[in-house]
C-alpha cells in the first residue's frame, strides 16, 4: 500500500537522527573558529560574486545557503539569539553544535532520545541558575558600560579604531537615550559613509538622512526649523476613475495648465503660510512645487522610507500627516538645526539639535565597504549589549570564566539525579566545556591545559578566564582587565542552544518531497 507520493523521500530511525545531528554540527564547527577575540574571519562569496567577509556569527550563517532542515535550525538559533540580546550568536550556535555531538554519543549508547531532551531541559535550569550566581555587584556607571562594550567588539573589525576608542561612543550614545533603566534603543542609529578614514567615525546628536532637496535653489541649512512630515504626493491629483477630457482650443489647454499651476502653487502656498522651513515626504514632489518651495526658502526632501519618515517624525516630535488642510503648529516638530552637507557626489541631511537631540546616530567612516560593513555589525552588536546592561544591570565575567562556572554547578547536579539522565545532565556540561576549550584554542594556547587549569582555578575560588595577551594567552582574572559580558547574553545563549538541540534530537522520521 502506497501512502505517500512516489516521489517522496522518507528517512526514519537511527538515520533520521543521525542526519539531523551531523547537520547541526556541521554549521556550528563552520563558525567555532571565530569564537572569541582571536577567532578567525570567514569569506563568503555569493553566487554574484558578492564578497563578505566577518567573525560575526550571525551574518556568517544567514549569508550560508544552507538547505537542511536541522542545519536551518541551528541559524535559526543564532538569529533568535542576535534579535533577543544582539550578541552571542556564535557561543549559542556553537553550544547548540556541541549538545547535538554529546547526544549522538548517547544515542548510541542506546539512551532514550527523551531521557537526553529531560535531561538537557534539568541541565539548563541549572545552568541558569549558575548563570544568576555570577552576577557581579557593580553599578552600572559609565565604566562598566565601557567594558561591556569593549568586550563586545574586541577581535572584531573596527577598521583604525581600536575597541576601547569605540566603547565611549557607544556608551555615550546608550547614555544619550536612557532615562533611568529605560533604555530607548530604537532612538540609536548607524549610518555609514564610504571615504574616509574610520577614525572620522563620530556621534551625531540627532538623524543623518542619505537625501539631497528635491531643488537646486533650496537652502543648504536652516536653523531653528519648523518640520513638516508628510505621507503625501504634492502632485497634481488625479482621479480615481478612467477619463478622458477633450481639448478644442488653445484656450482650454491654457486653462488646463492654469488649474493644474494654480493647485501646485497652492500646495507650495499652504506650506509656506503655516510657517514650515523644512519638508519631509514619503511620496514625489512635483518639479513646480519644487521650485515654489525654493522660491519661498523652504528645504524639501521626497520619496522617504517608511522607516526614515517614522524616525524623522519621533526625532523631532512632528505627526506625520497625510492631508495639508488645516495645518496646525502642533502637528510640527522641531530640530535647532538641518544641513545638507557633500560627501564625494553624495548629499547627506543633518537633522541636530531640539528636539531631534532625542536620537542619535552613529556616524560610520571608512576607507572600504569591507571597513563600514564590519565596523556596522561591531556597532551594532555594542550598542545592543550595552542597552542590555544598562537595562538589566546585571553582567558577569567573561572570557569563559562563567561557562566553567556552569558546567561545575550542572556537573555537581549531575550527582544528585538518578537514572539515564544523570548521563544526559553530564554530556550539557561537558558541551559548556567545549566553549572555554574553543577560545583557549582560538587564542593559541593548548585547550586542554587552559581548560585543566580553569577547572582548578575555579575549585580553589577563583574567577579565571582566557585572555588574549600578544600571539598567544594565559589564564587570568577576566574582571582585572575588563572583560565582562551581559548575564543576559549568556542566558539566552542557554535557552536557545538548549531548544534548538532537543527539538532536533526528538526527530526520528524525515519525509520530504523531491
Known sequence: MFILAEDTRRTHGRDAQSSNIMAGKAVAEAVRTTLGPRGMDKMLVDTSGTVVITNDGATILKEMDIEHPAAQMIVEVAQSQEDEVGDGTTTAAVLAGQLLAKAEDLLESDVHPTTIVEGYREASRIALEAIDEMVLDVSMDEETLHKVAESSMTGKGTGGLTADQLA???????????????????????????????NATELVEGIILDKEPVHDGMPRTVEDANILVLDLDLEVRKTDVDAEYRIDSIEQLNAVMEAEETELRGYAKTIADSKVDVVFTTDDIDRRVASYLANEGILAFEKLSNKDARAIARAVGAKRLGSLEDLDSEDFGHADAIRVEGFGEDELAFIEGGAAARSVTVFVRG???????????????????????????????????????????????????????????EAF??????????????????????????????????????????????????????????????????????????????????????
Open 429 to 514: 556540561a561537558d558541551a559548556v566545556d567545549t566553549l572555554p576549550r574553543t577560545l583557549a584554542e582560538n587564542t593559541g594556547m593548548d585547550s586542554i591545559d587552559a581548560l585543566v587549569s580553569l577547572r582548578a582555578a575555579y575549585e580553589g575560588g577563583d574567577v579565571m578566564g582566557v585572555i588574549s595577551e600578544g600571539e598567544s594567552g594565559r589564564i587570568d582574572d577576566p574582571l582585572k582587565y575588563g572583560v565582562i559580558d551581559p548575564a543576559d547574553v549568556k542566558r539566552e545563549a542557554v535557552e536557545s542552544a538548549t531548544e534548538a538541540a532537543t527539538m532536533i534530537i526528538r526527530i526520528d522520521d524525515i519525509i520530504a518531497a523531491k
Open 168 to 198: 565611549e561612543t557607544v556608551v555615550e550614545a546608550i547614555r544619550h537615550v536612557q532615562d533611568g533603566t529605560d533604555v530607548e534603543r530604537d532612538d540609536v542609529r548607524i549610518h555609514t559613509k564610504v571615504g574616509a578614514s574610520s
Open 367 to 425: 576607507g572600504t565597504e569591507h571597513v563600514v560593513d564590519e565596523l556596522e555589525r561591531a556597532l551594532t552588536d555594542a550598542l545592543d549589549v550595552v542597552a542590555l546592561a544598562a537595562e538589566s544591570e546585571e553582567v558577569v565575567p567573561g572570557a569563559g570564566a562563567t561557562e566553567i562556572a556552569i558546567s561545575d554547578a550542572v556537573r555537581q547536579g549531575a550527582a544528585g539525579i538518578e537514572g539515564r539522565k544523570q548521563l544526559a545532565v
